[in-house]
């Protein structure tokens, strides 16, 4: 049950190219945004859609997979964990986020 306390699936569509960054020893940092559609009926029974982004980061060879194959509008299936981190603005304000660090990765389809 440990494996189970930290876990996010999502299948969902690049909004962006990946934002890949290259450090000095050559290790690779992907930061990506992802849609994920949700469809439900109202309760006047319409059809309704509602768009959730996530933010995802991959590190080393998945980076490096997200560089050469994964382009904007392309379907993909992500596993991984939620990571938070905190960070200081260029105006010296601190900020915090929360966002998926990508442990397996699985490309669906084409891009849109």
């Known amino acids: 049950m440990n494996n189970l306390r930290n876990k996010v699936q999502l ?14 020893n050559g ?3 992907a930061k990506i945004s992802l849609a994920t559609n949700e469809i439900y009926r109202n309760a006047k029974g319409e059809k309704m859609e509602n768009t959730h982004w996530h933010r995802l980061i991959a590190w080393g060879k998945q980076a490096e997979i997200f560089e050469a194959y994964v ?7 992500v596993e ?10 260029k105006e010296g304000d601190k900020k915090y986020t929360t966002e998926i660090q ?11």
């Not at 382009?71 to 299936?77: F, L, N």
């Open 11 to 24: 299948i969902g569509n690049l909004g962006a190219e990946p934002e890949i960054i290259t450090f000095e």
């Open 27 to 29: 290790s690779k940092l």
């Open 71 to 77: 382009k904007k509008g392309q379907e993909i299936a």
């Open 80 to 89: 991984g964990k939620l990571v938070s981190r905190s960070y200081e603005t």
């Open 102 to 112: 990508i442990q397996e990765l699985l490309l669906l389809g084409n891009s849109k």
